[in-house]
Every structure is written in C-alpha cells, then in structure tokens.
C-alpha cells in the first residue's frame, strides 16, 4: 500500500531535496548513462561484470529520484518558528535524555532525522524544554526529557 500522507518539511529541507534531485537528475544520471555505454564496449553483456554493476547502480539512482519526486509531490511547508513558541515542531532540533541519563540530539523532519510520524516524534511534537514525554515505541515504552529545543537548520 503505498504511502501517500502529506510530508511536512521547512522551506530549507525543500530546497535541500529540490537541490539533491537537481543534482541526481542531471550530473549523476549523465554519469550512470555513460557508465552503461562505456560497460558496453567490453564485450558479451551475459559476462560483463562492469554492464550490470553499472545497470544496477541506475536502478539505485531511478529509484532515489522517484522517491524523492513522491516527497516534493506531497510536501506541505510549515514554516513555524518553534523557538519562538518554545515548543517542539517539525525542523526542531531537539536534545533529550533518556531514562539512563544518555543524551540524544536531533533534528524533527520527515527529510531525514526523526520523523514527525515516528513514536519519538508523535510523543515529541508540542513538548517544551524540562517536559519529560512518554514513548511508545514497538520494543517498549520508554520516558525522556526536553533538554534543549533549537529552531530549523540553515
């Protein structure tokens, strides 16, 4: 079933997708096609090690591109300022510590970090500096605390 919820993300980690398609459409998928062509010129495809490495690695590239298109195609920008509210929201870079006294730190994003959608993020989202959240994660709950919450990265 395929997945088809709105991604929120910032205005910067649009740009770094958009920036990243750029990149595999162009420059990278110019450089898989050549590697296929020059693969090619080494003999019975059957046998060619360097042809189907190469075929392979443009099916790798094909497939990142979908995925990153499907993401732009269902990207809702948020464009909050959770330092300003004091809450934990979607480009927040949040530190917590866990129950053992470890320290975590990262960023709310469904570009990369922890997704909103995930247990840490469900529990995270809307938590201000001192709370302590419950997560309820598929090995287990577990409790931590809001350290510090930093707004989006640049």
């Not at 398609?21 to 110019?30: I, W």
């Not at 195609?73 to 959770?82: K, L, M, S």
């Not at 866990?98 to 247990?119: A, H, L, N, Q, Y």
């Amino acid at each position: 079933m395929p997945d088809d919820k709105p991604k929120p993300m910032t205005p910067v980690q649009k740009r770094q997708l958009e920036s990243e398609l750029a990149q595999l459409e162009g420059p990278r998928r110019t450089e898989a096609i050549q590697a296929i062509a020059t693969a090619r010129g080494f003999g019975d495809l059957s046998e060619n090690f360097e042809y189907h490495a190469a075929k392979n690695e443009q099916g790798l590239l094909e497939h990142r591109i979908r995925s990153i298109r499907d993401r732009l195609g269902r990207a809702v920008v948020v464009d909050q300022e959770p330092t300003a509210s004091g809450e934990v929201g979607i480009g927040s870079t949040v530190e917590i510590e866990d129950d053992k006294g470890e320290r975590m730190t990262f960023e709310i994003s469904s570009v990369g970090g922890v997704s909103p959608d995930s247990p840490l993020g469900r529990a995270l989202l809307g938590a201000r500096s001192g709370e302590e959240v419950e997560v309820d994660a598929p090995r287990g709950s577990w409790r931590a605390r809001v350290t510090a919450i930093g707004g989006p990265q640049a």
